[in-house]
Antibody
Framework: QLQLQESGPGLVKPSETLSLTCTVS??????????WGWIRQPPGKGLEWIGS???????NYNPSLKSRVTIPVDTSKNQFSLKLRSVTAADTAVYFC????????????WGQGALVTVSS | DIQMTQSPSSVSASVGDRVTITCRAS??????LAWYQQKPGKAPKLLIY???SLQSGVPSRFTGSGSGTDFTLTISSLQPEDFATYYC?????????FGQGTKVEI
């Protein structure tokens, strides 16, 4: 059974870089059938797609975050990551890592989510 | 970006009721629409993809329909475990966008 697990600091200071890692078990980030990505949800609010990556390194990012976000993949560790620079309080959210199936169109597996708070 | 608008924002229902949630896209998205269920403190769960395809393991009381700009999610007979928030998501173009959610309450 595929499992995704987010890890990283739960508290980040304003203007610093938010870094999260998603470890994939029961499957491979090198699979040619899937994309891997990140979605976030501010407390009490809706879902926002951040971006996704294919094992080859090809990426797609939300234009609203594109200038600040990077999603690298490490196939040797079966992990992918999220790096969001210059964070503010508006970036406080639960961050989910996801697998994108159906040709990268829907999110069929989700991590449990990691709450990241931006505060000094 | 394609804007997704769900209605209603919330609905009160009872066990056994038929519940319908609507999602409208700001432009045509063919059948590239997915539906998710989210319970408090949990990650969303994929219910329907490609507008009407039932994800493996999802009960058949969930059905999706529509194409173009108008879509519906129907729960034929509401069960206690179905009380949750439901989101639609367009998969036609980047950036992927979600509706604001519909809370199904008792």
């Amino acid at each position: 059974q595929l499992q995704l697990q987010e890890s990283g600091p739960g508290l980040v200071k304003p203007s610093e870089t938010l870094s999260l890692t998603c470890t994939v078990s029961g499957g491979s980030v090198s699979s040619t059938n899937y994309y891997w990505g990140w979605i976030r949800q501010p407390p009490g609010k809706g879902l926002e797609w951040i971006g996704s990556i294919y094992y080859s390194g090809s990426t797609n990012y939300n234009p609203s975050l594109k200038s600040r976000v990077t999603i690298p993949v490490d196939t040797s560790k079966n992990q992918f990551s999220l790096k969001l620079r210059s964070v503010t309080a508006a970036d406080t959210a639960v961050y989910f890592c996801v697998r994108q199936g159906d040709g990268g169109r829907s999110f069929d597996y989700w991590g449990q989510g990691a709450l990241v708070t931006v505060s000094s | 970006d394609i804007q997704m608008t769900q209605s209603p924002s919330s609905v009160s229902a009872s066990v056994g009721d038929r519940v319908t949630i609507t999602c409208r896209a700001s432009q045509g998205i063919s059948s590239w629409l997915a539906w998710y269920q989210q319970k408090p403190g949990k990650a969303p769960k994929l219910l329907i993809y490609a507008a009407s395809s039932l994800q493996s393991g999802v009960p058949s009381r969930f059905t999706g329909s529509g194409s173009g700009t108008d879509f519906t999610l129907t729960i034929s007979s509401l069960q206690p475990e179905d009380f949750a928030t439901y989101y639609c998501q367009q998969a036609n173009s980047f950036p992927r966008t979600f509706g604001q959610g519909t809370k199904v309450e008792i």
